[in-house]
């Protein structure tokens, strides 16, 4: 088992809807856990971070955590053709006090 | 703020040549962290230093890797020799580290092309 899954996708979403992204991690002793988009030919940008069980807003996006389930998400609100990049899920490993593991991505795209 | 800075952006070179990347992580930040990204495999973790030493390199693929953090403001990933399969994009990233700030993300500078003929 991987310890950072998600869906390659490509996910395609008509632009005004939501967007869903999904990630689920093996170690259960991780405690952060960040999205970070991907441009092609640019580097991963962070766009969330979470740290605790629920909901955490920013603006259009929406990151949601469940702990007990090893699972992360990440909405997008209004879907915007600038929001069509690779989305990546982190994880910082429990056991190590500043590994992060990447999933390989999901590729997102919003139709106009 | 500068962020964090890479060089070369892009490196075209034969196989069997030494290759080395460049970084400098944004001031202050503790943690370093060199990432290869390819197609097939995404991104991958190679070495990461807290504090200018080494801390995991299991991602390292092979011997023909090294990597060295001299001081907290550079790092360098090298190559020697390389191959083509090492053909990649080479990032860079820093965070401030374990401690209280344990929960920092990383900030990743604007990688190196690496294309290897």
């Known amino acids: 088992q991987k310890e950072v899954e998600q869906n390659s996708g490509p996910l395609s979403v008509p632009e005004g809807a939501i967007a869903s992204l999904n990630c689920t991690y093996s170690?259960?002793?991780?405690?952060?856990f960040f999205w970070y988009r991907q441009y092609s030919g640019k580097s991963p940008e962070l766009i969330m971070s979470i740290y605790s069980n629920g909901d955490k807003e920013d603006g259009r996006f929406t990151a949601q955590l469940n702990k007990a389930s090893q699972y992360v998400s990440l909405l997008i609100r209004d879907s915007q053709p600038s929001d069509s990049a690779t989305y990546l899920c982190a994880v910082k490993m429990g056991s190590s006090a500043s590994k992060i593991i990447f999933g390989s991505g999901t590729r997102l795209s919003i139709r106009p | 703020d500068a962020g964090v800075i890479q060089s070369p952006r892009h490196e075209v070179t034969e196989m069997g040549q030494e290759v080395t990347l460049r970084c400098k992580p944004i001031s202050g930040h503790n943690s370093l962290f060199w990432y290869r990204q390819t197609m097939m495999r995404g991104l991958e973790l190679l070495i990461y230093?807290?504090?200018?030493?080494?801390?995991?390199d299991s991602g390292m693929p092979e011997d023909r890797f090294s990597a060295k953090m001299p001081n907290a403001s550079f790092s360098t990933l090298k190559i020697q020799p390389s191959e083509p399969r090492d053909s990649a994009v080479y990032f860079c990233?820093?965070?401030?580290?374990?401690?209280?700030?344990?929960?920092?993300?990383?900030?990743f500078g604007d990688g190196t092309r690496l294309s290897i003929l």
């Open positions: 990233a820093s965070s401030l580290g374990p401690g209280i700030h344990s929960n920092q993300p990383q900030h």
């Open positions: 230093f807290n504090n200018n030493v080494p801390i995991d």
């Open positions: 170690d259960r002793g991780s405690q952060s």
